[in-house]
Protein backbone atom coordinates (compact mmCIF):
# COMPACT_ATOMS: atom_id res chain seq x y z
CA UNK A 1 0.00 0.00 0.00
CA UNK A 2 1.52 3.48 -0.85
CA UNK A 3 1.14 6.19 2.08
CA UNK A 4 0.91 9.79 1.28
CA UNK A 5 0.92 12.32 4.16
CA UNK A 6 -0.44 15.78 4.10
CA UNK A 7 0.94 18.23 6.54
CA UNK A 8 4.75 18.64 7.64
CA UNK A 9 4.26 19.64 11.56
CA UNK A 10 5.47 17.63 14.50
CA UNK A 11 2.62 14.74 14.15
CA UNK A 12 3.13 14.61 10.42
CA UNK A 13 6.66 14.22 10.84
CA UNK A 14 5.92 11.76 13.84
CA UNK A 15 3.50 9.52 11.49
CA UNK A 16 6.29 9.58 8.58
CA UNK A 17 8.84 8.25 10.94
CA UNK A 18 6.90 5.22 11.78
CA UNK A 19 5.81 4.27 8.59
CA UNK A 20 9.53 4.87 6.85
CA UNK A 21 10.97 2.78 10.15
CA UNK A 22 9.11 0.04 9.04
CA UNK A 23 10.47 0.31 5.85
CA UNK A 24 7.46 2.29 3.87
CA UNK A 25 7.92 4.91 1.18
CA UNK A 26 5.73 7.72 1.50
CA UNK A 27 4.73 10.45 -0.38
CA UNK A 28 4.69 13.79 1.85
CA UNK A 29 3.35 17.32 1.10
CA UNK A 30 5.09 20.09 2.42
CA UNK A 31 3.46 24.11 1.35
CA UNK A 32 7.15 25.26 1.70
CA UNK A 33 9.40 24.36 -1.42
CA UNK A 34 12.15 26.20 0.86
CA UNK A 35 11.25 23.76 3.34
CA UNK A 36 11.59 21.14 1.01
CA UNK A 37 14.78 21.52 -0.04
CA UNK A 38 16.37 21.88 3.68
CA UNK A 39 15.08 18.71 4.05
CA UNK A 40 16.22 17.15 1.40
CA UNK A 41 19.95 18.92 2.24
CA UNK A 42 19.82 17.74 5.93
CA UNK A 43 17.39 14.89 5.96
CA UNK A 44 15.19 16.22 8.41
CA UNK A 45 12.28 18.18 9.10
CA UNK A 46 14.22 21.84 9.82
CA UNK A 47 10.93 23.13 12.14
CA UNK A 48 10.21 20.18 13.79
CA UNK A 49 11.53 17.24 15.14
CA UNK A 50 14.87 17.73 13.82
CA UNK A 51 16.33 15.21 16.15
CA UNK A 52 14.17 12.40 13.62
CA UNK A 53 16.39 11.57 10.44
CA UNK A 54 15.35 10.30 7.29
CA UNK A 55 16.73 8.22 4.27
CA UNK A 56 15.42 10.40 1.27
CA UNK A 57 15.02 7.12 -0.82
CA UNK A 58 12.02 6.75 1.21
CA UNK A 59 10.68 10.30 1.07
CA UNK A 60 8.85 11.83 -2.30
CA UNK A 61 8.48 15.16 -1.65
CA UNK A 62 6.26 17.66 -2.75
CA UNK A 63 4.16 21.09 -2.95
CA UNK A 64 1.48 19.86 -4.81
CA UNK A 65 -0.89 18.14 -2.83
CA UNK A 66 -2.94 16.59 -5.67
CA UNK A 67 0.34 15.15 -6.69
CA UNK A 68 0.69 13.13 -3.08
CA UNK A 69 -3.31 11.88 -3.14
CA UNK A 70 -3.23 10.60 -7.13
CA UNK A 71 -0.37 8.53 -6.23
CA UNK A 72 -1.36 7.14 -2.65
CA UNK A 73 -3.78 4.21 -1.90
CA UNK A 74 -4.22 5.86 1.63
CA UNK A 75 -3.92 9.71 2.49
CA UNK A 76 -2.83 10.45 5.93
CA UNK A 77 -4.42 14.15 6.81
CA UNK A 78 -1.72 15.62 9.82
CA UNK A 79 -2.97 19.35 9.13
CA UNK A 80 -3.94 21.70 12.05
CA UNK A 81 -8.08 21.74 11.90
CA UNK A 82 -8.23 25.99 11.01
CA UNK A 83 -5.39 25.19 8.01
CA UNK A 84 -7.54 21.93 6.52
CA UNK A 85 -10.10 23.92 4.19
CA UNK A 86 -7.57 26.32 2.66
CA UNK A 87 -5.04 23.31 2.02
CA UNK A 88 -8.21 21.14 0.40
CA UNK A 89 -10.62 23.68 -1.52
CA UNK A 90 -8.70 23.87 -4.89
CA UNK A 91 -9.00 20.10 -5.07
CA UNK A 92 -10.93 18.11 -7.58
CA UNK A 93 -14.13 17.08 -6.11
CA UNK A 94 -13.46 13.68 -7.45
CA UNK A 95 -9.78 13.69 -6.31
CA UNK A 96 -10.43 11.26 -3.38
CA UNK A 97 -12.45 8.36 -5.25
CA UNK A 98 -11.21 4.92 -4.14
CA UNK A 99 -8.25 5.85 -1.64
CA UNK A 100 -8.53 5.34 2.21
CA UNK A 101 -7.94 8.71 4.67
CA UNK A 102 -6.80 8.59 7.88
CA UNK A 103 -7.53 11.78 10.22
CA UNK A 104 -4.22 12.35 12.39
CA UNK A 105 -6.41 15.71 13.12
CA UNK A 106 -7.21 16.96 16.63
CA UNK A 107 -9.57 19.48 16.51
CA UNK A 108 -12.54 20.52 14.50
CA UNK A 109 -12.82 22.46 11.53
CA UNK A 110 -13.65 26.01 13.07
CA UNK A 111 -15.80 27.35 9.93
CA UNK A 112 -17.41 24.27 9.54
CA UNK A 113 -18.22 23.56 13.36
CA UNK A 114 -17.37 19.99 11.69
CA UNK A 115 -15.57 16.84 12.20
CA UNK A 116 -12.89 16.06 9.30
CA UNK A 117 -15.02 13.07 8.31
CA UNK A 118 -18.44 15.23 8.05
CA UNK A 119 -16.29 18.00 5.94
CA UNK A 120 -15.33 15.67 3.46
CA UNK A 121 -18.70 13.99 3.22
CA UNK A 122 -20.00 17.89 2.14
CA UNK A 123 -17.27 18.30 -0.07
CA UNK A 124 -15.37 15.87 -1.78
CA UNK A 125 -19.26 12.95 -1.53
CA UNK A 126 -16.63 10.93 0.62
CA UNK A 127 -17.82 7.68 2.22
CA UNK A 128 -16.90 6.94 6.07
CA UNK A 129 -15.93 3.32 5.48
CA UNK A 130 -13.23 4.32 3.67
CA UNK A 131 -12.34 6.70 6.88
CA UNK A 132 -10.26 6.34 9.88
CA UNK A 133 -8.54 8.15 12.45
CA UNK A 134 -5.42 7.27 14.18
CA UNK A 135 -5.36 9.33 17.88
CA UNK A 136 -3.13 9.04 21.06
CA UNK A 137 -2.41 9.32 23.54
CA UNK A 138 0.94 9.98 22.06
CA UNK A 139 2.76 12.93 22.00
CA UNK A 140 4.69 13.71 18.60
CA UNK A 141 8.38 14.36 20.61
CA UNK A 142 8.20 10.91 22.32
CA UNK A 143 8.17 9.04 18.98
CA UNK A 144 11.15 11.05 17.60
CA UNK A 145 13.04 9.92 20.63
CA UNK A 146 11.70 6.19 20.14
CA UNK A 147 9.73 5.60 23.42
CA UNK A 148 7.24 3.46 23.91
CA UNK A 149 3.45 4.75 23.08
CA UNK A 150 0.04 3.53 21.61
CA UNK A 151 -1.83 4.62 19.03
CA UNK A 152 -5.61 3.84 18.53
CA UNK A 153 -6.97 3.10 15.33
CA UNK A 154 -10.65 3.47 14.55
CA UNK A 155 -12.75 2.90 11.68
CA UNK A 156 -16.29 1.80 10.88
CA UNK A 157 -14.68 -1.17 8.49
CA UNK A 158 -12.97 -3.45 11.26
CA UNK A 159 -10.98 -5.51 9.25
CA UNK A 160 -9.47 -3.15 7.23
CA UNK A 161 -8.81 -0.54 10.46
CA UNK A 162 -6.57 -3.62 11.89
CA UNK A 163 -5.19 -4.11 8.38
CA UNK A 164 -3.90 -0.49 8.30
CA UNK A 165 -2.83 -0.22 11.83
CA UNK A 166 -0.49 -3.56 11.19
CA UNK A 167 1.79 -1.09 9.19
CA UNK A 168 2.11 1.66 12.30
CA UNK A 169 3.21 -1.23 14.66
CA UNK A 170 7.36 -0.90 15.54
CA UNK A 171 9.20 -1.84 18.69
CA UNK A 172 8.40 1.56 20.26
CA UNK A 173 4.79 1.42 19.13
CA UNK A 174 1.66 -0.91 19.45
CA UNK A 175 -1.60 0.06 18.48
CA UNK A 176 -4.84 -0.66 19.65
CA UNK A 177 -8.52 -0.58 17.34
CA UNK A 178 -11.92 0.33 17.90
CA UNK A 179 -14.67 1.67 15.91
CA UNK A 180 -15.68 4.73 17.78
CA UNK A 181 -15.09 7.36 14.72
CA UNK A 182 -17.46 9.88 16.04
CA UNK A 183 -16.37 9.38 19.78
CA UNK A 184 -12.35 9.59 19.46
CA UNK A 185 -12.49 12.39 17.60
CA UNK A 186 -14.64 14.17 20.02
CA UNK A 187 -12.60 13.20 22.92
CA UNK A 188 -9.59 14.38 20.78
CA UNK A 189 -11.13 17.70 20.98
CA UNK A 190 -12.10 18.20 24.62
CA UNK A 191 -8.69 16.87 25.79
CA UNK A 192 -7.58 20.25 23.97
CA UNK A 193 -10.06 22.08 25.89
CA UNK A 194 -9.37 20.81 29.18
CA UNK A 195 -6.04 20.64 29.12
CA UNK A 196 -5.72 24.48 28.20
CA UNK A 197 -7.85 24.92 31.42
CA UNK A 198 -5.59 22.50 33.07
CA UNK A 199 -2.82 25.26 32.01
CA UNK A 200 -4.71 27.87 33.22
CA UNK A 201 -5.28 26.12 36.66
CA UNK A 202 -0.91 25.94 36.61
CA UNK A 203 -0.62 29.58 35.22
CA UNK A 204 -3.07 30.91 38.30
CA UNK A 205 -0.63 28.72 40.91
CA UNK A 206 -3.56 26.06 41.65
CA UNK A 207 -1.37 23.14 42.83
CA UNK A 208 -1.66 19.21 42.20
CA UNK A 209 -4.74 18.66 44.45
CA UNK A 210 -6.38 20.87 42.81
CA UNK A 211 -5.31 19.95 39.23
CA UNK A 212 -6.18 16.37 39.56
CA UNK A 213 -9.81 17.09 40.93
CA UNK A 214 -9.82 19.26 37.75
CA UNK A 215 -8.85 16.65 35.65
CA UNK A 216 -11.39 14.16 37.15
CA UNK A 217 -14.31 16.67 36.96
CA UNK A 218 -13.07 17.03 32.97
CA UNK A 219 -13.00 13.19 32.22
CA UNK A 220 -16.79 13.10 34.12
CA UNK A 221 -17.61 15.98 31.68
CA UNK A 222 -16.54 14.33 28.54
CA UNK A 223 -18.19 10.73 28.99
CA UNK A 224 -20.94 13.08 30.09
CA UNK A 225 -20.89 14.72 26.38
CA UNK A 226 -20.35 11.46 24.76
CA UNK A 227 -22.91 9.84 26.14
CA UNK A 228 -25.68 12.79 25.41
CA UNK A 229 -24.33 12.94 21.74
CA UNK A 230 -24.99 9.15 21.37
CA UNK A 231 -22.11 8.09 21.53
CA UNK A 232 -21.75 4.39 23.20
CA UNK A 233 -19.52 2.15 24.14
CA UNK A 234 -18.53 -0.17 21.43
CA UNK A 235 -16.27 -3.50 21.26
CA UNK A 236 -12.79 -3.53 20.59
CA UNK A 237 -12.01 -3.85 17.00
CA UNK A 238 -10.31 -7.68 17.85
CA UNK A 239 -10.61 -10.37 19.80
CA UNK A 240 -8.81 -10.86 23.42
CA UNK A 241 -9.13 -7.40 24.20
CA UNK A 242 -11.70 -5.69 26.52
CA UNK A 243 -14.57 -4.30 26.09
CA UNK A 244 -14.12 -0.37 25.39
CA UNK A 245 -14.87 2.05 27.75
CA UNK A 246 -14.43 5.91 28.21
CA UNK A 247 -11.28 5.16 31.14
CA UNK A 248 -9.75 3.57 27.64
CA UNK A 249 -6.28 5.03 26.35
CA UNK A 250 -7.71 6.84 23.57
CA UNK A 251 -9.90 8.85 25.78
CA UNK A 252 -9.11 9.09 29.82
CA UNK A 253 -5.19 8.37 28.69
CA UNK A 254 -5.09 11.21 26.33
CA UNK A 255 -6.52 13.73 28.60
CA UNK A 256 -4.35 12.92 31.26
CA UNK A 257 -1.46 13.03 28.88
CA UNK A 258 -2.38 16.50 27.60
CA UNK A 259 -2.83 17.63 30.71
CA UNK A 260 -0.13 17.00 32.59
CA UNK A 261 2.79 17.27 29.96
CA UNK A 262 5.04 19.57 29.47
CA UNK A 263 4.69 18.58 25.69
CA UNK A 264 1.19 19.45 25.36
CA UNK A 265 0.89 22.88 23.32
CA UNK A 266 -2.41 23.46 24.66
CA UNK A 267 -1.33 23.44 28.49
CA UNK A 268 1.21 25.57 27.20
CA UNK A 269 -0.77 27.79 25.83
CA UNK A 270 -3.39 28.10 29.07
CA UNK A 271 -0.56 28.13 31.26
CA UNK A 272 0.57 31.58 29.27
CA UNK A 273 -2.95 32.85 29.52
CA UNK A 274 -3.16 31.60 33.12
CA UNK A 275 -0.18 33.99 33.59
CA UNK A 276 -1.89 37.12 32.47
CA UNK A 277 -0.82 36.82 28.84
CA UNK A 278 -3.96 37.97 26.34
CA UNK A 279 -5.28 35.26 23.90
CA UNK A 280 -3.50 37.08 21.21
CA UNK A 281 -0.22 37.33 23.15
CA UNK A 282 -0.10 33.88 23.89
CA UNK A 283 -0.70 32.89 20.60
CA UNK A 284 1.84 35.28 18.99
CA UNK A 285 4.44 33.88 21.38
CA UNK A 286 3.34 30.11 20.85
CA UNK A 287 5.25 28.45 17.49
CA UNK A 288 2.33 25.97 16.91
CA UNK A 289 -1.35 25.55 16.73
CA UNK A 290 -2.99 24.95 20.42
CA UNK A 291 -6.16 23.40 19.09
CA UNK A 292 -8.16 23.77 22.27
CA UNK A 293 -8.51 27.44 21.21
CA UNK A 294 -11.16 27.15 18.60
CA UNK A 295 -12.38 23.66 19.93
CA UNK A 296 -13.66 25.75 23.04
CA UNK A 297 -15.96 28.07 20.35
CA UNK A 298 -16.90 25.11 18.02
CA UNK A 299 -17.71 22.92 21.18
CA UNK A 300 -20.20 25.81 22.91
CA UNK A 301 -22.07 25.93 19.87
CA UNK A 302 -22.46 22.06 19.23
CA UNK A 303 -23.55 21.83 22.71
CA UNK A 304 -26.13 24.86 22.62
CA UNK A 305 -27.79 21.64 21.07
CA UNK A 306 -26.64 18.54 22.90
CA UNK A 307 -26.87 20.49 25.90
CA UNK A 308 -24.62 18.35 27.94
CA UNK A 309 -23.41 19.91 31.40
CA UNK A 310 -20.33 21.58 30.84
CA UNK A 311 -19.24 23.95 33.08
CA UNK A 312 -15.20 23.26 32.92
CA UNK A 313 -15.52 23.52 29.14
CA UNK A 314 -17.92 26.55 28.94
CA UNK A 315 -15.69 28.65 31.13
CA UNK A 316 -12.65 28.17 29.44
CA UNK A 317 -14.46 29.40 26.71
CA UNK A 318 -15.30 32.48 27.94
CA UNK A 319 -12.22 32.90 29.38
CA UNK A 320 -10.60 32.50 25.65
CA UNK A 321 -13.42 34.18 23.59
CA UNK A 322 -15.74 36.94 26.14
CA UNK A 323 -13.10 38.14 28.07
CA UNK A 324 -13.68 36.65 31.28
CA UNK A 325 -10.01 36.80 33.12
CA UNK A 326 -8.82 33.36 34.34
CA UNK A 327 -8.88 34.07 37.92
CA UNK A 328 -12.84 34.78 37.90
CA UNK A 329 -13.42 31.78 35.56
CA UNK A 330 -11.71 29.23 38.06
CA UNK A 331 -13.11 30.78 41.13
CA UNK A 332 -16.60 29.77 39.41
CA UNK A 333 -15.34 26.42 38.40
CA UNK A 334 -14.05 25.49 41.98
CA UNK A 335 -18.13 25.76 43.23
CA UNK A 336 -19.28 23.07 40.22
CA UNK A 337 -16.50 20.72 41.15
CA UNK A 338 -16.85 17.36 43.00
Not at 7 to 28: E, F, P, V
Not at 250 to 278: A, E, I, P, Q, W
Amino acid sequence: MNFGILGSGSWGTALAKILTDNGQMIYWWNRSEASIQQMIARRHNPHYLSSAYFDMAQLKLTSNAAEVIEKSDCIIIAIPSAYIETALKALDKNIFEGKKIISAVKGILPEHTALLNDFLKDQFDFPLENYFTVLGPCHAEEVAAEKLSYLTFSGVDTAMTHHLAQYFKTDYLNTVENNDIYGVQYAAILKNIYAVGAGMAHGLDYGDNFLSVLIANCADEMAGFLKMAGIKNVELGHAGHRVNNYAASVYLGDLLVTCYSLFSRNRTFGNMVGKGYSVKSAQVEMSMVAEGYNASKSIFIINQTIKADMPIAETVYHILWDGLSAAEGFNKIELTLV
